[in-house]
């Protein structure tokens, strides 16, 4: 089965930081875009970053551009965001997804990761 | 603000038909990119349900059904259960701002 796991999220104060990671299984990473997606507390579904399948090639939202970075080590079959200067309106559940394309949809979801971002 | 808009809510009894509408522009929709939807219950990750603007994976009914027209989609859900009473999302592709993935706001379906 496919499954996408993702872990590192937590309370941090404003300014600080947080890696978060999406481990993989029942598929193999390197063949797919892969994604990050976050819905704030009762708010809706927000795109904030995608990779190539080699990580050439990345993408970002303009609300994280220049603070969060997004990785993938296909090796280890893990996806990761790196989170910087964080804000209170970056606490959201920070969901992973995967896709076979930048514009295609994403079919797997993981369970998501909760930051909170508050002093 | 979204770049996509969706009505905040729609109702029906069981066994009725309801339509949630996804309004993008001429740098997303109209620009040819597909539309996809998914379903997102309380307290869990959403999922997909509606591909390529009109297909459907494997398990999803087919009460469930996608279409497009211009600059806008539609999701029809047809045979109106409890089990569906959940946020819907549409997501696209626009070519503003060196290309991002968009969201719809998401319409929470109750059912009566």
């Known amino acids: 089965d496919v499954q996408l796991v993702e872990s590192g999220g937590g309370l941090v104060q404003p300014g600080g930081s947080l890696r978060l990671s999406c481990a993989a299984s029942?598929?193999?990473?390197?063949?797919?875009?892969l994604h990050w997606v976050r819905q704030g507390p009762g708010k809706g579904l927000v795109w904030v970053s995608r990779?190539?399948?080699?990580?050439?090639?990345?993408g970002y939202a303009d609300s994280v551009k220049g603070r969060f970075t997004i990785s993938r080590d296909n090796a280890k079959n893990t996806l990761y965001l790196q989170l910087n200067s964080l804000r209170a309106d970056d606490t959201a559940v920070y969901y992973c997804t995967r896709a076979s394309s930048r514009i295609a949809e994403n079919d797997h979801w993981g369970q998501g990761t909760l930051v909170t971002v508050s002093s | 603000q979204s770049v996509l808009t969706q009505p905040p809510s729609v109702s029906g009894a069981p066994g009725q038909r309801v339509t949630i509408s996804c309004t993008g522009s001429?740098?997303?929709?109209?620009?040819?990119?597909?539309v996809h939807w998914y379903r997102q219950l309380p307290g869990t990750a959403p999922k997909l349900l509606i591909y390529g603007t009109s297909n459907r994976p494997s398990g999803v009914p087919d009460r469930f059904s996608g279409s497009k027209s211009g600059t806008s989609a539609t999701l029809a859900i047809t045979g109106l259960q409890a089990e569906d009473e959940a946020d819907y999302y549409c997501q696209s592709y626009d070519t503003s701002f060196g290309g991002t993935t968009v969201f719809g706001p998401g319409t929470k379906v109750t059912v009566l």
């Open positions: 001429s740098s997303n929709i109209g620009a040819g990119y597909d």
């Open positions: 029942g598929f193999t990473i390197s063949a797919y875009w």
């Open positions: 990779i190539n399948s080699d990580g050439s090639r990345t």
